[in-house]
């Protein structure tokens, strides 16, 4: 079982719906779970960190944290074309000091 | 800006040579990282450092090495050891807590022919 599992896409959603995205981990004493969005070509960028359980919501964007189910998901409301791009989701395992384990990685596709 | 550089940002290299990937950020952080990424993969960790002159490897850190003499500058060389090492390669820092965000560069595309 990998640490961190991401179904790895394409999700296809209509521009103005809402992308949902999921992230499982293995590790149920993780603390800390970050989402980055990575365009093609380049690098990954922080757009989320959730620390406690419930949604953080940030403009577009909503975190979900259920760590008894050890989950953790994003929602993109009123989805853009500039939002296509891959989301790759990152948590911080007990025991790991400060490094962050990824998964693969969500590509997103946003149709007009 | 505060912000982290990495250069240069396509190297290309023939195989049996070592080559060094520079990364430098300005944002005070204690803490810095050096990821692998593969097509169409994750990131994977290859080395981190969370203070000047201690680093630490990481989960694939056969054929790489680091030094941090400056808190500033975190550098990686691939050596010619590392047997597949045409990757993107990907810089980050972050403050030393536990949780902290890590910030990424721009990244270095390496390819060795």
């Known amino acids: 079982q990998k640490e961190v599992e991401q179904n790895s896409g394409p999700l296809s959603v209509p521009e103005g719906a809402i992308a949902s995205l999921n992230c499982t981990y293995s590790?149920?004493?993780?603390?800390?779970f970050f989402w980055y969005r990575q365009y093609s070509g380049k690098s990954p960028e922080l757009i989320m960190s959730?620390?406690?359980?419930g949604d953080k919501e940030d403009g577009r964007f909503t975190a979900q944290l259920n760590k008894a189910s050890q989950y953790v998901s994003l929602l993109i409301r009123d989805s853009q074309p500039s939002d296509s791009a891959t989301y790759l989701c990152?948590?911080?395992?007990?025991?790991?000091?400060?490094?962050?384990?990824f998964g693969g990685g969500t590509r997103v596709l946003v149709k007009p | 800006d505060g912000g982290i550089t990495q250069s240069p940002k396509y190297l290309f290299r023939k195989e049996g040579q070592n080559v060094t990937l520079s990364c430098e950020q300005n944002?005070?952080?204690?803490?810095m990282y050096w990821y692998r990424q593969d097509p169409g993969q994750g990131l994977r960790l290859i080395y981190y450092?969370?203070?000047?002159?201690?680093?630490q490897k990481g989960d694939i850190a056969e054929g790489y090495s680091v030094s941090r003499e400056k808190k500033e500058s975190f550098p990686l060389t691939v050596t010619s050891a590392q047997k597949n090492p045409t990757a993107f390669y990907l810089c980050?820092?972050?403050?030393?807590?536990?949780?902290?965000?890590?910030?990424f560069g721009p990244g270095t595309r390496l390819t060795v022919t």
């Open positions: 980050a820092s972050s403050e030393s807590g536990v949780g902290s965000e890590q910030y």
């Open positions: 590790d149920r004493g993780s603390q800390s």
């Open positions: 959730i620390y406690s359980n």
């Open positions: 990152a948590v911080n395992p007990r025991a790991a000091g400060n490094k962050l384990t």
């Open positions: 944002l005070n952080h204690d803490a």
């Open positions: 450092s969370q203070i000047v002159n201690d680093f």
